[in-house]
């Protein structure tokens, strides 16, 4: 479908498309395979200005916004979402700075970021923290000048290859989410080291790595916004973040499409090519009309948010909770279309269905995703005058 | 650093079919792209401007629509452009193109170094390169797969032979063909393809670089192409399938039972 794209977004679309095709396809089951960070793409989607796109041309970026993004990390998803997803984090650990830092805090980070010369990261979650914020354990204490961090964070995406980190650390337990501030730590600082890369079911390419701090002393100028404001940096920027996840889901069920039709089309039962019988005529209808959509509420969302209004929790959390699900359903079918071949490794779509499950987990798990949903209902209904 | 690049539009050779009646290849509807030989000399002035300072001109011979490999190669991060482009120019073979490309490169200001592919996929021939520094009175080296350093108005290369490499120190300014051995071509960039967006190119005719008519297009051309035929396919040959090992085997096999071996 025409989305009615500028000229300048179609170039974005294109250029992404591009670098897919001819820089992720070739590799992509290599990289699964072996469980291998994707540099060489890092390096390329770097050199072709994508790293940039929603930062503004002051710092280095190309001034675009979150549907920018999207368009680039559609089209990167559909080849391969292990490797989206290691372009994707580093918007994320980008979004603190960018919406809360300060000039200089802005100016030393966002061009490194912008230029894809240094790549971010964001840590949140940890073994007992993930969307209970209030659960974390990871402490800052200010001595002197610096502030003193102690803690690990699990499951952190770009953990151990990014050298920008944005991290979530409780300055004063006693109050809970209230009590958690922002920081920006950096990769070599001493006391800052890395756990294991962890083994994963799908997504295998992207790094998954504990961040732990044993004792890092990072210069108090580090500290993003207030002490205290380290929950509502975390919302507002996964609020900013999750239509990526759309986006990668759209571009994940696409991909799975564009390998199904294909297939249906060559392979042959009953004399016939297998898309001739209805069974599976359906089974696609319903694939592409459910993408469609997704895709129809995931730019709808990000053109949302670059409209800048006040609260978009609500869009961002329908734009990653719908199109997630539907990339796992259309992953699931695509591989019952294939059948046997699905099922194989020579063919992508096996990989494709095991890298959708994760889309329907971070960010916040789909459950979390109707939670807000739910809130933001309550709260609008409680707003209303009678 | 000044670099100039020779670059050309060629048919898409993944996509080349002949035709059987005449021999020749049928253009029509055969995408045009950038000559795959060329991103690799666009790609080695871009880094040497990335290392050493200065800009990268692009200049082509071509038809008008040869302008869109010169905007592929500014959304590579080419500086400036030229396409010498006149009806007069049509049916140039290397001796033509090879003198004209030479009057364009001359009216680049202070150029230190030429580099072009060390040959085009439709012709072939490698002979432009080394034409092009004939005609600007240049060192000339062909088969550049490295460029080891630029100093002193000197510049080290290593250029590939059948059996290895040479290396080779030139003075500068001077023209070099590379292989593709020497680099991987980047893709274009997002700022690249805005520039080449709105760029604007302003064909040069043959008036314009100065051009002698007996020494341009066919009548500057001594080449004359008598036949052009596929040779016919060879006979008695079998071919091994199978794993190298297995491919190995038969074949010492074959070459026992013809006593070869």
């Known amino acids: ?386 | 650093m000044n670099i100039a690049v020779c670059v050309k539009q060629v048919p898409d050779a993944s996509d080349v079919k002949i035709d059987k009646a005449t021999g020749t290849m049928v253009r029509e509807g055969v995408p045009a792209i950038l000559n795959p030989f060329d991103a690799y000399a666009v790609e080695e002035a871009i880094r040497l401007k990335e290392k050493h300072g200065g800009k990268v001109s692009a200049v082509t011979m071509g038809p008008p629509q040869a302008g869109e490999v010169l905007k592929h190669v500014v959304a590579m991060g080419a500086d400036d452009v030229m396409l010498i482009s006149d009806r007069a120019f049509a049916g140039a073979d290397t001796w033509a193109t090879s003198y004209t490309l030479g009057l364009g490169l001359k009216k680049l200001d202070s150029l230190d170094l030429v580099i072009c592919g060390k040959q085009a996929i439709d012709g072939d021939t490698a002979q432009v390169g080394p034409g092009v520094a004939e005609n600007l009175g240049l060192p000339f080296v062909a088969y550049v797969r490295k460029i080891v350093e630029v100093s002193g108005g000197k510049m080290k290369v290593e250029r590939l032979i059948e059996d290895g490499y040479e290396v080779v120190e030139v003075s500068l300014p001077a023209v070099i063909t590379v292989v593709k051995e020497i680099n991987t071509p980047r893709m274009p960039s997002l700022k690249g393809k805005m520039k080449a967006k709105s760029l604007e190119i302003k064909p040069l005719s043959a008036e314009a670089i100065g051009a002698e008519a007996d020494k341009i297009g066919l009548a500057g051309s001594p080449t004359k192409v008598m036949k052009v035929f596929s040779p016919p396919p060879k006979g008695n040959r079998e071919r091994i399938d199978g794993t190298p090992q297995e491919q190995a085997a038969r074949l010492a096999e074959k070459l026992k039972e013809l006593k070869i071996i």
């Open chain 1, 1 to 386: 479908m025409d989305y009615f794209l500028t000229d300048t977004q179609a170039e974005i679309q294109n250029l992404a498309r591009q670098i897919a095709q001819e820089k992720v396809k070739p590799v992509r089951a290599e990289l699964d395979e072996k469980e291998e960070f994707p540099w060489e793409i890092m390096k390329v989607l770097a050199q072709a200005d994508l790293f940039g796109l929603y930062i503004p041309e002051e710092y280095g970026g190309f001034g675009g916004g979150a549907f920018e993004n999207c368009l680039a990390v559609e089209e990167l998803s559909r080849v391969c979402i292990g490797v989206s997803v290691s372009f994707a984090a580093s918007g994320l650990g980008a979004y603190p700075i960018l919406l809360f830092g300060n000039e200089e805090q802005k100016k030393k980070y966002l061009p490194q970021i912008a230029s894809g010369q240094r790549l971010a990261a964001f840590g949140l979650t940890e073994a007992g923290a993930g969307s209970d914020a209030g659960g974390t354990r990871t402490t800052a204490v200010l001595d002197g000048n610096e502030y003193v961090i102690n803690g690990t964070k699990q499951w952190i995406t770009n953990g151990g290859e990014a050298e920008i980190y944005t991290v979530i650390a409780m300055t004063n337990p006693a109050r809970g989410s209230r009590g958690a501030s922002a920081f920006i730590v950096e990769k070599g600082t001493p006391g800052f080291s890395f756990g294991k890369k962890e083994k994963k079911m799908g997504i295998r390419s992207s790094a998954t790595r504990e961040l732990v701090f044993e004792n890092c002393r990072i210069p108090k100028e580090n500290l993003l916004s207030k002490e205290g404001m380290g929950f509502l940096v975390a919302m507002k920027t996964l609020d900013k973040s999750r239509p990526g996840i759309g986006a990668q889901a759209v571009g994940l069920a696409q991909g799975a499409i564009d390998e199904c039709v294909e297939y249906a089309r060559e392979r042959r039962q009953f004399d016939q090519p297998v898309i001739s019988f209805q069974a599976i005529q359906h089974m696609l209808a319903d694939m592409v009309t459910q993408t469609e959509a997704a895709r129809a509420l995931v730019y709808a969302v990000a053109k949302f948010i670059d409209s800048d209004p006040k609260d978009v929790s609500k869009a961002s959390a329908m734009a990653k909770l719908f199109a997630s699900d539907i990339a796992m359903k259309v992953t699931v079918d695509a591989v019952q279309i294939m059948g046997g071949y699905g099922y194989m490794r020579e063919y992508p779509v096996e990989k494709m269905m095991r890298d959708a499950k994760i889309l329907q987990i971070y960010e916040g798990t789909n459950q979390i995703q109707r939670n807000v949903i739910g809130a933001a209902l309550i709260k609008e209904a409680a707003g209303k005058k009678k």
